[in-house]
């Protein structure tokens, strides 16, 4: 075979060696027994080799190995014992395996690397003198604790089944510095540093080829959603950096000791191979390895021996009797500083002060002007000056936690605020009784669903404003975009003109707020931690029970609206002919009033309009649609 001899003498061949292959690889035999290098070349098949391991491959200087991970496994565990060199051709689907040794991923670059002379010596890592290729793991790490070849769709049914049964339990973990760590975890993944992929993008800031180190990760999420969370960060491409995920350490030692408090099964590469308490220790330069240029360029840099404790994001001593087996919850909970500085606003905002009162009275009133005067930007300053979302948030956490004194004093402010409200402007409405009803009040009647979802949105963006200080100003956006005030007023419109139906869809779009913010607001508070249940199943109820009772009128009312709008549409399209004169619809408007369905419109005509004209036109309308209305008209003639 003809080569050319700087090549030989760059790139130098080993003379003979074993090609240990499987049933998945026996495909390779061909090519490999007639290699291009010129290398005589032995088969072995995996399955003969298992009989007799030590005696089949006693004597060889270079096995080249292709198959699943067992059969590498094996392979890389008898060269540490036997002593030959090893090179590996990385089958289509082992991917990680390539990317660990940077191998190459054509076939006939990978043969040319596996066939080479003089393989540099690489560490291996040993759990109870096991071997470890890609990961050994303790307990549960959903999703990440898989072995490598399962489809996408099975790992993610088994992690969704073990995130709901997540459990922290008591670790204890020991350096070879001396340094000891007591925590608790839902489990932990030992670390070759060679094993590439999404789980070392953690580690890889502090890694390096050449670390005399084992690679410890441990997780302890404090919640399903904190754990999520960590799974977004950490499989995201790109993700690594040198700060860890919450609820996430990690540790590095030549020699790491890894005890539970309860004997759990120890997986190393997909497999049961021993038990806890498991002692993993590397073992600088155990196999000479074929890998690829990189890694070797890597490996002529010298050894380092340091250790890494990161474990700020993992529970305390002091934590452990809280948290240890026991289910982790859905949601986290708040932080003990966090809860006490909102339980102090909370407190504070369900007290009925003067302040309160005053502020009150002059927003109610302002808003019962504003509606007067049809004027916007005087409602919107009436919303920012209210104060009652605050008893309201208040309430909601009284409800969630079971704190009877938070839920009467806020309650008791929520009534009385009410009243005020009421008063006012019932009393602000008898000094302009000759005063029309404005555009302004009339969007205040006839609520509908839409305007429950608005209501349950505020009291998310409520409670998490009330939640976090640097995003408290949020709470005046809130303010306008609910607009609790402003009904109010408009129900103490009502009262004031002594129109019951005026006060009823008023005060219904008021109650709709109230108890859209409140469910929200306690939804919230509870994904945000700051109680694992809805203590007060009671109170809830009776919310529960008033948001259905005023979703029947609501889903009545959008039903009405849609009809109108129908009707509205439906009318505008229709020309009519009476006594031999058209008339055409430019513009129709439905309303209720009281009972009454009131229609305004503005009619095109070319000829003078008598009143039997207008009458027979109501009649034909009436017929048309089938209901009694009362007509009211303007008419415009076209010259």
């Avoid at 340091?306 to 026991?326: F, G, Q, S, Y």
């Avoid at 102090?344 to 302002?366: E, G, I, N, W």
Wanted: with cysteine; aromatic share 6%.
């Amino acid at each position: 075979m003809d080569q050319d001899p700087q090549s030989e003498e760059a790139v130098p061949y080993v003379p003979e060696a074993v090609f240990v292959y499987s049933e998945e690889s026996e495909y390779l035999l061909n090519d490999i027994v007639n290699n291009p290098q010129g290398v005589n070349i032995s088969p072995l098949d995996h399955a003969d080799l298992l009989r007799e391991p030590r005696t089949v491959l006693t004597g060889s200087s270079h096995v080249v190995a292709a198959g699943p991970r067992e059969l590498i496994n094996n392979i890389l565990q008898l060269a540490r014992t036997v002593g030959f060199s090893v090179g590996l051709i990385p089958l289509k689907k082992q991917k990680g395996i390539a990317r660990a040794a940077a191998l190459p991923p054509d076939f006939d670059a990978a043969l040319d690397l596996a066939l080479r002379a003089a393989a540099p010596a690489v560490d291996c890592v040993e759990c109870n003198g096991h071997l470890v290729l890609g990961k050994a793991t303790i307990g549960w790490i959903p999703m990440l604790d898989e072995p490598a070849g399962l489809r996408p769709g099975r790992i993610l049914r088994k992690a969704v089944w073990k995130l709901f049964r997540l459990r922290l339990d008591k670790y204890l973990f020991e350096t070879a510095g001396g340094s000891t760590i007591r925590t608790a975890a839902s489990g932990c993944m030992i670390l070759p540093r060679l094993e590439g992929g999404p789980a070392t993008r953690i580690v890889e800031p502090d890694s390096s080829i050449r670390d005399v180190a084992v690679n410890l990760l441990v997780t302890s999420p404090f919640s399903v959603m904190e754990y999520l969370k960590f799974l977004v960060q950490f499989l995201w491409p790109g993700a690594k950096g040198r700060r860890l995920p919450e609820g996430v350490g990690y540790l590095k030692s030549r020699r790491l000791v890894v005890e539970p408090d309860i004997e759990m099964d120890v997986f190393i590469d997909g497999e049961r191979k021993t038990v806890t308490p498991v002692t993993c220790e590397l073992i600088p330069e155990a196999v000479k390895l074929n890998v690829g240029e990189s890694l070797r360029e890597e490996l002529r840099k010298p050894l380092l021996e340091k250790e890494t404790i990161r474990i700020d994001n993992l529970p305390d001593e002091n934590e452990l009797v809280k948290l240890a087996h026991k289910h982790i919850p859905l949601f986290s909970y708040a932080s003990e500083q966090r809860f006490r500085d909102l339980f102090t606003s909370l407190r504070a905002d369900s007290r009925t002060t003067s302040a309160y009162v005053v502020l009150m009275l002059v927003s109610v009133m302002l808003a019962t002007l504003g509606l007067y005067l049809n004027s916007a930007s005087v409602i919107i300053g009436a919303m920012l000056l209210a104060p009652l979302m605050n008893p309201m948030i208040s309430f909601s956490m009284g409800i969630l936690r079971s704190d009877e004194g938070l839920v009467k004093y806020s309650a008791r402010t929520i009534i009385l605020g009410i009243a005020l409200a009421l008063l006012a402007s019932a009393l602000v409405t008898q000094m302009f009784s000759d005063k029309a009803i404005t555009e302004e009040m009339r969007s205040r009647l006839n609520p509908t669903l839409l305007d429950l979802g608005v209501a349950i949105l505020s009291g998310v963006a409520a409670a998490y404003s009330k939640s976090f200080r640097e995003i408290i100003q949020s709470l005046a956006g809130v303010a306008i975009a609910v607009a609790l005030v402003p009904p109010l007023a408009v129900a103490g419109i009502g009262i004031g003109r002594l129109d019951y139906v005026f006060f009823s869809q008023a005060f219904l779009l008021f109650a709709t707020n109230l108890v859209g913010i409140t469910i929200a607001a306690i939804l919230t508070f509870r994904v945000l931690g700051y109680s694992p249940v809805v203590r007060s199943r009671k109170g809830l109820l009776i919310i529960l029970l008033f948001l259905a009772v005023i979703m029947v009128p609501l889903y009545l009312s959008y039903h009405r609206i849609v009809e109108i709008r129908s009707f509205e549409k439906r009318l505008k399209t229709e020309r009519y002919l009476v006594n031999d004169k058209y008339i055409i619809i430019r513009q129709a408007r439905l309303s209720m009033q009281g009972n009454k369905r009131v229609v305004l419109m503005k009619i095109l005509a070319r000829e003078s309009l008598s009143r039997d004209d207008l009458n027979q036109l109501k009649q034909k309308i009436q017929s048309q649609f089938g209901t009694r209305l009362t007509i009211q008209t303007e008419v415009i003639y076209i010259l």
